[in-house]
């Protein structure tokens, strides 16, 4: 297969997605620190203040449903799909197991320690569907969720299948479909029924619909006051779901600043831009913190109050610097290093086993992790820390994300990516514009490396 070779310019990475990235897990740690603890262990006393507003979780499930959207039509569905587990998996792996074993070691006699059944079931995502396995951390339920909403995109999602009025239907039921049946959850309901309900994590499958919607319409697919509509409509659906009335306006606060970030340009100001580095750090080790953050977070602060550190700043001061450490530890040392071997190593191991000795060499010539279609798959992944989100650095630039199967694909993505360098914004319309696709003499043509 052969391509014009036009060479794309790669814009700079816009900083508003990260910018909301950290908004969202501080406030997933600091709900945590200051309010939840109060629940689970009142024991550990007071906390300086209190942080109530359940909206990190909610917002980084919708910033990863909008790059779901972005980055699934780009190629083979189930190449996308392993890339995401391949993503989610390894650092999920070792948070539970790190946890049950801080647990194991740490935690106060009269508190509950997982036990290995527990851990199996956290493993297995079981803990929804099995009254009897405990959470090993509370923070987990959103592991499940994200990977029953990967898979259904990858399935769903076939090229070129949603962009007429398909697409807005579907995100309209996915809506309104868990809030009809959310009026027939009861306590008297069904058991079968509530396990349906709650292990398909319908309660919360209105926060992809929310991603989806934004992203059509950053696409021009959906028009602003169908957008408005679902969204309010949206967080209606939230509202009774979650039964907090606060938590949803400050959700519906963060859709508009996603809905900026997605459809306006990028936030470089010179006050943001001047804390960059930070930002952007946070931002791309930001599912590390997300895992590692609550329970073991409670395990700190009850250590510390035990040695005599009985100030809660300094105790919080911990718990939230600890949380940012461990955070970089499992995206460094298991996230990035874990995705690279499975999504570059193994398939060459693979390609290897089944005895293609000329595959494996030409993968090699082509560059590491390239898969033998000149180097594209070493950046075809995304950015760390997007496993409760699952974004990707490319995505947000505009440039495409490999080379395109035939002149007309490359044709498309080479357009979008123009379109998004202009414009500033990493989600160009293509739809927007005719395509016009220059006819290409055989004779000069320059082909891909690695491709045939």
Same mark, same amino acid.
Do not use: I
């Given at each position: 297969m052969q391509y014009t070779g036009v060479k794309t310019t790669r814009s700079p990475r816009r900083i508003s997605w990260d910018v909301l990235r950290v908004i969202a897990v501080l406030a997933v740690v600091f709900q945590h620190a200051t309010h939840q603890v109060t629940i689970n262990h009142p024991e550990l006393g007071d906390p300086p203040f209190r942080f109530s507003l359940q909206i990190g979780a909610a917002t980084l499930l919708t910033i990863?449903?909008?790059? &779901?959207?972005?980055?699934?039509?780009?190629?083979?569905?189930?190449?996308? +799909?392993? !890339?995401? &587990?391949?993503?989610?998996?390894?650092?999920?792996?070792?948070?539970?197991?790190?946890? /049950?074993?801080?647990?194991?070691?740490?935690?106060?006699?009269? /508190?509950?320690?997982?036990?290995?059944?527990?851990?199996?079931? !956290?493993?297995?995502?079981?803990?929804?569907?099995?009254?009897?396995?405990?959470?090993?951390?509370?923070?987990? /339920?959103?592991?499940?969720?994200?990977?029953?909403?990967?898979?259904?995109?990858?399935?769903? +999602?076939?090229?070129?299948? +949603? !962009?007429? +009025?398909?697409?807005?239907?579907?995100?309209?039921?996915? &809506?309104?479909?868990?809030?009809?049946?959310r009026l027939l959850y009861t306590p008297e309901s069904p058991q079968w029924f509530r396990l349906l309900f709650d292990g398909l994590g319908l309660h919360r499958a209105h926060l992809f619909a929310a991603g989806a919607a934004i992203w059509f319409w950053s696409r021009r697919r959906l028009g602003g006051w169908h957008l408005t509509a679902l969204l309010g409509v949206l967080l209606v659906a939230h509202e009774a779901h979650s039964a907090d009335l606060a938590s949803t306006v400050a959700f519906g606060v963060l859709l508009v600043l996603i809905a900026l970030a997605a459809g306006g340009p990028d936030w470089d100001n010179p006050v943001l831009m001047a804390f960059a580095r930070p930002i952007r750090w946070i931002g791309g080790i930001s599912f590390g913190i997300y895992l590692l953050n609550q329970e073991v977070g409670y395990l700190l602060s009850s250590v510390l109050l035990s040695s005599g550190v009985t100030s809660s700043w300094v105790r919080l001061a911990a718990v939230v610097a600890q949380a940012i450490l461990l955070g970089w530890f499992l995206t460094t040392l298991v996230e990035r290093p874990a995705h690279r071997w499975l999504t570059r190593r193994l398939p060459e191991l693979l390609r290897s086993w089944r005895g293609s000795p000329g595959e494996a060499t030409a993968s090699s010539a082509a560059g590491p992790g390239s898969g033998g279609r000149g180097g594209a798959e070493s950046v075809r992944s995304g950015r760390p820390g997007d496993g409760a989100g699952g974004e990707h650095e490319l995505a947000e630039r505009g440039v495409p994300a490999r080379p395109a199967h035939d002149l007309v694909e490359f044709a498309v993505a080479q357009r979008d990516g123009d379109l998004a360098e202009r414009r500033g914004t990493g989600v160009a319309d293509a739809a927007a514009a005719p395509l016009s696709v220059r006819p290409v003499d055989e004779r000069t043509v320059r082909r891909a490396p690695g491709r045939d």
């Open positions: 990863s449903a909008f790059f &779901v959207c972005e980055t699934v039509r780009r190629g083979n569905t189930l190449r996308w +799909w392993w !890339n995401r &587990v391949a993503r989610l998996l390894p650092a999920y792996v070792v948070a539970v197991l790190f946890t /049950w074993a801080a647990f194991a070691v740490l935690a106060p006699a009269d /508190w509950y320690v997982p036990t290995p059944w527990d851990v199996a079931g !956290n493993l297995l995502f079981l803990q929804s569907w099995l009254p009897s396995v405990h959470y090993v951390d509370g923070a987990y /339920w959103t592991l499940p969720v994200q990977l029953l909403a990967f898979t259904a995109a990858a399935l769903l +999602w076939p090229r070129g299948r +949603w !962009n007429t +009025w398909h697409a807005p239907a579907l995100v309209w039921a996915v &809506v309104l479909v868990p809030l009809g049946l």
